[in-house]
């Protein structure tokens, strides 16, 4: 029995690889099917089954494709509709794959058809559990995610969550090992581990929501307070898992399309395209194409993409590092932005060289920024991190407008004012300024450097005091 966990980093995320005896399983594949096919296909293994733990919020799963490959099998749990075949899965029933079994637990509280799929091994002892976002490290599944489907509430599925995880998780042996689909990073869970597996045992003494003594209603109220609103492609990504979507080879080849800076400049007017910049931050400031966006490949991609961008099916055209444009039309299916429809050959170089317009961001570091501070206490300093990273520490007297909801808080920012923009490192500012000066935002100041090194540069660091305690 060979079980491999490919782990993704961008989007946090699990996918799994069971082999016995020549025949294989996936779960939860992401859209892009030749790692999982390649795989199979250099052991001598035939994908057998196609295993779905639920229908997946941040990213468009691969198993429509890998299907059609391969001619695996679909199979959900219970209550999962779709509008493509597929086998829905009994509570309880089992698949043989090679020398081993795959168990259906229906785990209902993450979403209604949340399902966990427990593995036995050839002796035919209990091994594994892959929970999905039932289960993860040190956290469990959000339960806001599918409560819009008729009169369920969050809290509704934050009880199924609680007796899921106890009649049908907790009641197996200590030593099952625990895979979940996500770690640290995915917005599935409030506060997950960056481990991405351990043993239920030891969840069962660290995990919150595990605790032996804990009363239901103890449980709903912990698992639903603190919640943010889900990013808004959550519900579209999760729509495109149940009805299907067009084919991961079509959507590359639409996107892998070199265009001239003349064609691309004209390929954006004709098509009123998003212009995504995906270089890195250091070079986007010095130079990129008149209202275009960025959000860098080698930040959380596809979460970013997936919060900012609206309509999945705008068009986008790619300003990428030389080499790495197929990468981004890929990373942009993973999460339904499936309408790439070409990039700039010989990327920004090639727009400069054509001496076509371009614009830049002034940047500065920490050093100059405690300058300006102490010259005029009452400058503008825009803190672009979550309200809990704000709370937690930040310069005195800045404001708080969160990357996330940046579209959103347009109204909270006057053209007439200057600011100095920041986060932890410079990447969502840097994202942030791009979107403000695409929206006719010109006096941004962006600040590249590290929360924890303020303090050192001589700025006022402050952090969040409790109203009624006092307490920081």
């Known amino acids: 029995m060979i079980i491999e966990q490919i782990y993704t980093g961008c989007l946090a995320q699990g996918a799994y690889y069971i082999e016995s005896e020549g025949e294989a399983a996936i779960i939860d594949p992401l859209r892009e099917t030749e790692p999982y096919i390649k795989r199979a296909e250099t052991a001598g293994a035939q994908i057998k089954y196609i295993l779905e733990t639920h229908f997946h919020a941040d990213f468009v799963s691969g198993h429509i494709d890998l299907a059609e490959k391969t001619g695996a099998k679909i199979i959900y749990g219970p209550k999962a509709e779709t509008t493509y075949e597929k086998y829905t899965a009994k509570d309880g029933e089992a698949f043989q794959l090679g020398a081993v079994r795959i168990q259906v637990l229906h785990t209902p509280g993450h979403t209604p058809e949340s399902t966990t799929f427990l593995l036995f091994d050839e002796e035919g002892k209990e091994h594994a559990i892959f929970t999905g976002d039932t289960l993860f490290i040190g956290d469990v599944g959000r339960p806001d995610l599918a409560q819009k489907q008729g009169s369920i509430t969050k809290e509704?599925?934050?009880?199924?969550?609680?007796?899921?995880?106890?009649?049908?998780?907790?009641?197996?042996?200590?030593?099952?090992?625990?895979?979940p689909a996500h770690g640290a990073g995915s917005a599935c869970g409030k506060n997950m581990s960056k481990d991405t597996w351990d043993t239920l045992g030891h969840q069962k003494e660290t995990n919150y929501a595990l605790r032996a003594d804990m009363t239901r209603a103890e449980f709903i109220q912990e698992v639903t307070e603190g919640l943010l609103p889900p990013p808004q492609y959550f519900a579209k990504n999760a729509q495109l898992n149940k009805r299907g979507y067009e084919s991961i080879d079509q959507v590359m080849k639409r996107g892998a399309v070199a265009l001239s800076p003349r064609a691309f400049e004209a390929a954006a007017n004709e098509n009123d395209a998003l212009v995504l910049d995906v270089r890195d931050k250091t070079e986007f400031v010095k130079g990129f194409i008149p209202n275009s966006i960025f959000i860098g490949l080698d930040g959380s991609f596809a979460p970013w993409v997936g919060a900012l961008i609206k309509d999945l099916m705008q068009p986008i055209l790619i300003v990428a590092p030389e080499g790495r444009e197929e990468e981004t039309i890929k990373r942009l299916a993973r999460v339904g932005y499936d309408n790439a429809i070409g990039y700039l050959e010989g990327g920004f170089e090639a727009w400069k060289?054509?001496?076509?317009?371009?614009?830049?961001?002034?940047?500065?570091?920490?050093?100059?920024?405690?300058?300006?501070?102490?010259?005029?206490?009452?400058?503008?300093?825009?803190?672009?991190?979550?309200?809990?990273?704000?709370?937690?520490?930040?310069?005195?007297?800045?404001?708080?407008?969160?990357?996330?909801?940046?579209?959103?808080?347009?109204?909270?920012?006057?053209?007439?004012?200057?600011?100095?923009?920041?986060?932890?490192?410079?990447?969502?500012?840097?994202?942030?300024?791009?979107?403000?000066?695409?929206?006719?935002?010109?006096q941004l100041v962006n600040v590249h450097g590290a929360v924890a090194q303020m303090e050192a540069a001589g700025l006022p660091m402050t952090n969040y005091v409790c109203p009624s305690t006092g307490a920081a």
């Open 156 to 179: 509704d599925l934050a009880g199924w969550l609680y007796d899921s995880l106890r009649t049908k998780i907790m009641t197996l042996p200590d030593e099952v090992l625990v895979y």
């Open 353 to 442: 060289a054509s001496e076509a317009e371009y614009d830049v961001i002034e940047t500065i570091d920490l050093n100059t920024l405690a300058t300006a501070h102490e010259q005029n206490p009452d400058i503008n300093v825009m803190d672009v991190r979550k309200p809990s990273e704000w709370s937690a520490e930040r310069i005195k007297d800045s404001l708080n407008i969160p990357l996330d909801f940046i579209n959103d808080k347009m109204s909270e920012i006057s053209k007439d004012e200057k600011y100095y923009m920041h986060c932890r490192s410079g990447y969502r500012s840097t994202v942030a300024a791009s979107i403000l000066k695409a929206r006719g935002f010109e």
